[in-house]
């Protein structure tokens, strides 16, 4: 059986719209550059952190821009799928990544790959 809903009764039909004034604020810049800077920070980015960066000298992996770059997506190929500790690698290098604080832990050279058994990670990103 379906019971009928009884009409709303108190609310009044609208009578006119008055369109809304905007106001100028002095403050919009201001706004203008905590967005700006809000955007910058939900932006993936990575860092090395001292021992990875000493791993990379030792092992002559030089961190360039595009590397950075391809570990920046990586993270963010890894973050949408819920990873938190990823093996980033191509055939030349590897890098080990705790992905919600974006940080390189080690990194590894080709001859190294061949010896290692990698642990404590829930991914794998080929590099781009």
Not at 10 to 24: F, K, L
């Amino acid at each position: 059986m379906i019971d009928k809903i009884p009409p709303i009764s108190g609310v009044s039909e609208v009578q006119s719209v008055q369109p809304v004034q905007r106001v100028q604020r002095q403050g919009g810049a201001q706004f203008g550059a905590l967005l700006q800077r809000e955007i910058q920070r939900s932006e993936p980015s990575i860092a090395f952190s001292k021992h990875a960066m000493t791993r990379a000298e030792e092992r002559g992996i030089e961190v360039t821009p595009a590397l950075m770059g391809q570990l920046a997506d990586s993270v963010e190929r890894a973050q949408a799928k819920g990873a938190t500790n990823i093996l980033a690698f191509d055939a030349t290098r590897a890098f080990i990544i705790n992905v919600p604080h974006g940080r390189v832990i080690t990194t590894m050279s080709q001859e190294e790959m061949e010896e290692n058994i990698f642990t404590n990670i829930d991914g794998a990103v080929l590099l781009k």
